[in-house]
């Protein structure tokens, strides 16, 4: 199993930017793909990017041109990189990996979440 640690989050004001990120304990260079979720108080958790192993990048639309998803397979860390951030951004966000345990087997590993909270 893969533990995943996430860093980053706290309270900005919004326009603003946070930097999140997401440290796997192992090495990330084969996994299938890594991304991050989130989920607000009262509804469901929801995709908001997510990065293959030959770094293809899908954004949900509400943060497309906001928020930017980055891997560095030599540290085992995921990046999202969130700019202009709004009020409805607040949530708390997950760090998702997908890899392969054997050959037919995808296995998926979550993160503890850290809190995002864009408030003046």
């Known amino acids: 199993q893969v533990q995943l640690v996430e860093s980053g989050g706290g309270l900005v004001q919004p326009g603003g930017s946070l930097r999140l990120s997401c440290t796997a304990s192992k090495s990330i260079f084969s996994f299938y793909n890594m991304g991050w979720y989130r989920q607000a108080p009262g509804k469901q958790r929801e995709l908001v990017a997510s990065?293959?192993?030959?770094?293809?990048?899908n954004y949900a639309d509400s943060v497309k041109g906001r928020f930017l998803i980055s891997r560095d397979n030599a540290k085992n860390m995921v990046y999202l990189q969130m700019s202009r951030l709004r009020p409805e951004d607040t949530a708390v966000y997950y760090c998702?990996?997908?890899?392969?345990?054997?050959?037919?087997?995808?296995?998926?590993?979550w993160g503890q979440g850290t809190q995002v909270t864009v408030s003046s």
């Open positions: 990065i293959t192993s030959g770094t293809s990048t």
């Open positions: 998702n990996a997908n890899y392969w345990e054997g050959p037919t087997t995808l296995a998926t590993s």
